[in-house]
């Protein structure tokens, strides 16, 4: 984030983080449908889509998405949406990436690396690589 912006500007972008990591669905798609960056992304590298599928808020994933949150952003650690999803064990948060074309395969940390280092088969069966 800028260092030009005013404490006030700055709270409010980690507000946004603070309902993305708890699913406050309609407060953060009034805040994107105003304006706010769907990709905003935080001092990690996480972005609003990231911490919904990692905090396992299926709504606001399906939110995000419709408002054209990118699926392929790689945070810092080197995981995407799709890997918080499938460390999480979230079918549904799953399902609702790939059918938006998130890549299994992205990332250092991919999602079919996280699955296979936590022996996780159901979400390996689920990104196609049983």
Request: charged share 20%.
């Amino acid at each position: 984030m800028s260092a030009d912006l005013t404490p006030d500007e700055l709270a409010f972008l980690q507000s946004a983080f603070e309902l993305a990591r708890n699913g406050d669905t309609a407060q953060l798609a009034e805040y994107v449908d105003a304006g706010l960056p769907v990709n905003l992304t935080n001092s990690s590298g996480d972005t609003l889509l990231i911490l919904a599928a990692y905090h396992k808020h299926g709504e606001l994933v399906r939110a995000l998405l419709e408002r054209g949150a990118d699926h392929a952003r790689v945070n810092d650690r080197g995981q995407t949406a799709l890997a918080a999803a499938v460390f999480r064990q979230d079918a549904p948060i799953v399902g609702a990436l790939l059918d938006a074309g998130a890549d299994p395969e992205l990332g250092p940390k991919s999602a079919v690396e996280i699955a296979r280092f936590f022996d996780l088969p159901a979400m390996l069966e689920l990104l196609g690589r049983p």
